[in-house]
C-alpha cells in the first residue's frame, strides 16, 4: 500500500477504483477551526492545491465524479471537471461531520470546553462530537452513495469521490468491513490528497492512502 507519491497515468488492469479526494485549504484549516458542516471556501492556496491535484487524478481518466456541495468540495471537484468534461455530481450525503457547538472552534478551544469529550472520541468511543453526529451516522449516509455510484461504472471503472476528511476515513472504514473503533487508526488526510480503494475477491481493498504529494501535516477536522 502506497502511503505517498503521485498517480501512474492509465486504468488499473482489472475491477472497480474509488478515489476519496479531500478538498482543498481553507482559511479555517489554517487556523485549526473545526468546520464540520460550515461552508467555508477554499483559500487561493487551497485552489492552487485542487489545480495540481485535478492534473495528476484526470491521468486516471475517471468515468464519474461525485462531490459534497460544501463550497470547498464542489471548487476542488470543479477543477477535475474542467480538464475531464465530467460533470459532477452534488450529494449532500458526503458533506463532512456536523459537530454542533465544536463547529467554529480552534483545536485548543475545544481542549480547553470539552476534553473530555475529545479524549472519549479519540480513544474510538461513540461521541456526538458538539452534539451533533456519531461517526458510526456519518459513514451510513456517505458510503450508501459512493456504492451506489461505484455500481454505475463500468468493468475496471474510476469514480472520484470529493469529500472531506472525517467522512473520508468514515466512509472508508465502513467499505472496508473494519469495526468502528478501530476508524481512527486511518490516519488523516492532507489537504488535496487522496485514498484509493479497489475492488476485490473480499471486497473492497485500500490500495492507496493520502497519496498525491510527499507527507505534510493534515490540517482539519479529523485530527
Not at 80 to 86: D, I, N, Q, V
Request: aromatic share 4%.
Amino acid at each position: 500500500m502506497s502511503t505517498t507519491g503521485e498517480v501512474t497515468a492509465g486504468r488499473a488492469d482489472r475491477g472497480r477504483r474509488v478515489i476519496l479526494w479531500r478538498h482543498g485549504q481553507t482559511a479555517w484549516n489554517v487556523e485549526r477551526r473545526f468546520q464540520g458542516t460550515t461552508d467555508v471556501p477554499l483559500t487561493a492556496t487551497g485552489a492552487a492545491q485542487a489545480r495540481r491535484a485535478a492534473k495528476l487524478l484526470a491521468g486516471l481518466r475517471p468515468d464519474a465524479i461525485i462531490s459534497s456541495d460544501l463550497a470547498r468540495a464542489a471548487h476542488t471537484a470543479a477543477e477535475l471537471s474542467a480538464l475531464t468534461g465530467l460533470q459532477v455530481t452534488a450529494e449532500e450525503g458526503l458533506r463532512e461531520t456536523y459537530a454542533g457547538i465544536w463547529q467554529g472552534l480552534t483545536h485548543d478551544e475545544i481542549i480547553a470546553r470539552h476534553g473530555e469529550e475529545y479524549a472519549a472520541w479519540k480513544r474510538g468511543e461513540p461521541v456526538r462530537r458538539g452534539g451533533g453526529e456519531l461517526e458510526t451516522e456519518v459513514a451510513g449516509r456517505a458510503a450508501p452513495v459512493v456504492l451506489r455510484h461505484a455500481e454505475k461504472l463500468p468493468e475496471n471503472g474510476t469514480l472520484v469521490v470529493v469529500s472531506h476528511g472525517g467522512t473520508i476515513r468514515t466512509t472508508i472504514g465502513r467499505l472496508l468491513g473494519l469495526a468502528p473503533p478501530t476508524w481512527e487508526s486511518l490516519g488523516g488526510l492532507t489537504n488535496c490528497c487522496w485514498s484509493v480503494l479497489g475492488e476485490g475477491a473480499r471486497g473492497w481493498r485500500l490500495l492507496e492512502h493520502n497519496a498525491g504529494t510527499l507527507p505534510e501535516p493534515v490540517l482539519g477536522d479529523d485530527v
